[in-house]
C-alpha cells in the first residue's frame, strides 16, 4: 500500500513558477514510477509527467514541455514537479500517482494509487 500526499499549490501570476512535492508512504516507493496528472474545471483529467523508478527516463506531455520537470529523490519518498512560466491554461488540480509499469502510467486508468491533489491558479 502506498498513500501519496500532494503539496506546494497556490495561487502564482503568469510567468511565475511553483514547485510541486508529492510525499509518498510505504518502503516501496522506489519500485514505483510516479508521474503527475492535472484536471482543470470542466475537463478530464489529463498526463502531466512521469519518472521511472530510477529517475533515469522521464516524459512530458507537449502542452508543458520545456517548462515542467519531474524529479524524485528516492532517499525522501518524494517526487517533485518544477513548473515554470505557468500559464492560466496551467490552472488545475494536480495529481500525483504511482504505477509500478513506467509505460502504462501516461494512461491515468492503470495508475495503482493516486494522491487527493493540490490545487494550481494561474491569474493573468
Known amino acids: 500500500q502506498v498513500q501519496l500526499v500532494e503539496s506546494g499549490g497556490g495561487l502564482v501570476q503568469a510567468g511565475g513558477s511553483l514547485r510541486l512535492s508529492c510525499a509518498a508512504s510505504?518502503?516501496?516507493?522506489?519500485?514505483?514510477?510516479m508521474g503527475w496528472f492535472r484536471q482543470a474545471p470542466g475537463k478530464e483529467r489529463e498526463f502531466v509527467a512521469r519518472?521511472?523508478?530510477?529517475?533515469?527516463?522521464?516524459s512530458y506531455a507537449d502542452s508543458v514541455k520545456g517548462r515542467f520537470t519531474i524529479s524524485r529523490d528516492n532517499a525522501k519518498n518524494t517526487v517533485y514537479l518544477q513548473m515554470t512560466s505557468l500559464k492560466p491554461e496551467d490552472t488545475a488540480v494536480y495529481f500525483c500517482?504511482?504505477?509500478?509499469?513506467?509505460?502504462?502510467?501516461?494512461?491515468?486508468?492503470?495508475?495503482?494509487?493516486w494522491g487527493k491533489g493540490t490545487l494550481v491558479t494561474v491569474s493573468l
Open positions: 519518472i521511472g523508478w530510477s529517475a533515469s527516463i522521464t
Open positions: 500517482a504511482a504505477d509500478r509499469t513506467y509505460a502504462t502510467i501516461v494512461k491515468g486508468a492503470a495508475v495503482d494509487y
Open positions: 510505504g518502503r516501496t516507493f522506489s519500485s514505483y514510477a
